[in-house]
Nanobody, 124 residues
Framework: QVQLVESGGGLVQAGGSLRLSCAAS????????MGWFRQAPGKEREFVAA????????YYPDSVKGRFTISRDNAKNTVYLQMNSLKPEDTAVYYC?????????????????WGQGTQVTVSS
């Protein structure tokens, strides 16, 4: 089992940047593929980024491709989401998630563990 704690959210103007972090407990972080998802009020949870266990493969939807970058540091048990050129439509609660597999997926139902979320608000 792994526990996840996100940080780094906040209020930023459109065009700005934020870096989210997700710290994982336990000694088995390197065995998990990781993902970032977001959920805005009244909307379904949306895939944002995912990274394989090794970090060698990353995935993004078109809505954030070229603006967001997911990375991980297995020595620090942490996954990151660098968000640049933020837009008001990026406003949401951002969650990190883990699945005990080498392969990342874009489907939130395939992740077993979730953090509590961190709010990102982008003002226009």
């Amino acid at each position: 089992q792994v526990q996840l704690v996100e940080s780094g959210g906040g209020l930023v103007q459109a065009g700005g940047s934020l870096r989210l972090s997700c710290a994982a407990s336990g000694r088995t972080f390197s065995t998990y593929a990781m993902g970032w998802f977001r959920q805005a009020p009244g909307k379904e949870r949306e895939f944002v980024a995912a990274i394989s266990r090794s970090g060698g493969n990353t995935y993004y939807p078109d809505s954030v491709k070229g603006r967001f970058t997911i990375s991980r540091d297995n020595a620090k048990n942490t996954v990151y989401l660098q968000m640049n050129s933020l837009k008001p439509e990026d406003t949401a609660v951002y969650y990190c998630a883990a699945r005990p597999s080498p392969i990342a997926t874009i489907r939130y139902k395939e992740y077993d563990y979730w953090g509590q979320g961190t709010q990102v608000t982008v003002s226009s």
